[in-house]
């Protein structure tokens, strides 16, 4: 069984059993119809992403973005520059910071401390999202040893599903068992970005976060008890760990239906529907916030 595939057994077998969190079929049926045709890959933004740099360097930043791409449980205590998210915020620091420096080696990333990722992101150095960051880096840098980004994405032969797995059992940090979430969108991201080329890329399933689950909610795909409504809506850290792996759960088994009646890939879907969550419709009502390391 592939990675993506074990993701879409699991989330079968949680939704199966899910006592918090209900798919609505009618508002699938609706959905599908109302995004017909709608459902397209934005790619990534070049304003604020590294994309214009020689491809090992380019490769290098978003093995390094992907490798932080979490902390949406911790995000409404960023400091976020104007008009951006806390993902964008992160971003476009690190932007920046390829675009004046070019990116760190795998030593300086072993080396890395909270008060140096803080200073790059325009963070406090207190902050502990800024700490674990630093942990992530540093993991990020034993595991490349010493080779480039595209020496590590070679080793997986031309394979998402592999590379995924790759970076899921060699790093504590994104072994988001069930979902891996950081693991697979790697691949997503090397390719849009024109630096990697992978066989089974259209395989992968929705990269599973907090955004994706409140559009979801938002568009009536998804129906949570009163007890968990109250608790996101109310904007309290959620900390039920079987309520946020039903979200997630639910989240990438609707997915798997919707993209099917689309005749979309599931990362294709997802990335539409993370977009269309940067809408103020979406962004007014609150979304679930975890703290976790996988997202």
């Not at 017909?36 to 934005?42: I, K």
Request: charge should be negative.
């Amino acid at each position: 069984m592939t990675l993506p595939d074990e993701v879409r057994a699991h989330a079968r077998q949680v939704v199966a059993s899910a006592r918090r969190v209900r798919i609505v079929p009618e508002a699938i049926d609706a959905v599908a119809e109302a995004w017909s045709g709608a459902v397209e890959d934005p790619g990534l933004d070049p304003a604020r992403h590294y994309l214009e740099g020689p491809p090992d360097a380019v490769a290098m930043y978003l093995l390094t973005l992907d490798a932080i791409n979490f902390g949406s449980g911790w995000f409404p205590t960023l400091r976020k520059r104007p008009g951006m998210s806390g993902y964008f915020t992160v971003a476009a620091s690190l932007t920046d910071r390829f675009r004046a420096e070019g990116p760190w080696s795998a030593e300086e990333l072993r080396a890395m401390t909270t008060r140096e990722i803080a200073g790059v992101l325009g963070q406090a150095p207190g902050s502990e999202l800024m700490a674990l960051y630093a942990q992530a880096l540093r993991q990020l840098g034993t595991f490349l040893g010493t080779r480039t980004a595209l020496e590590v994405v070679a080793t997986a032969n031309g394979s998402a599903a592999e590379l995924a797995r790759l970076l899921a059992t060699s790093m504590s940090m994104w072994n988001d068992i069930g979902f891996y979430k950081r693991a697979q969108i790697v691949a997503n991201d090397l390719q849009a970005a024109g630096v990697a080329s992978f066989r089974d890329l259209d395989t992968l399933t929705i990269f599973a976060d907090n955004l994706v689950p409140h559009v979801l909610r938002c568009d009536g795909v998804l129906v949570y008890d009163e007890a968990l409504a109250e608790i996101i809506d109310a904007e309290r850290r959620l900390e039920d760990v079987a309520a946020e792996r039903e979200i997630r759960a639910s989240a990438v088994h609707a997915c798997v239906i919707l993209a099917e009646r689309l005749g979309v890939p599931e990362r294709v879907l997802d990335v539409w529907l993370w977009n269309r969550g940067q809408a103020p419709e979406y962004k007014s009502r609150p979304r679930h916030r975890a703290r976790s390391v996988f997202y």
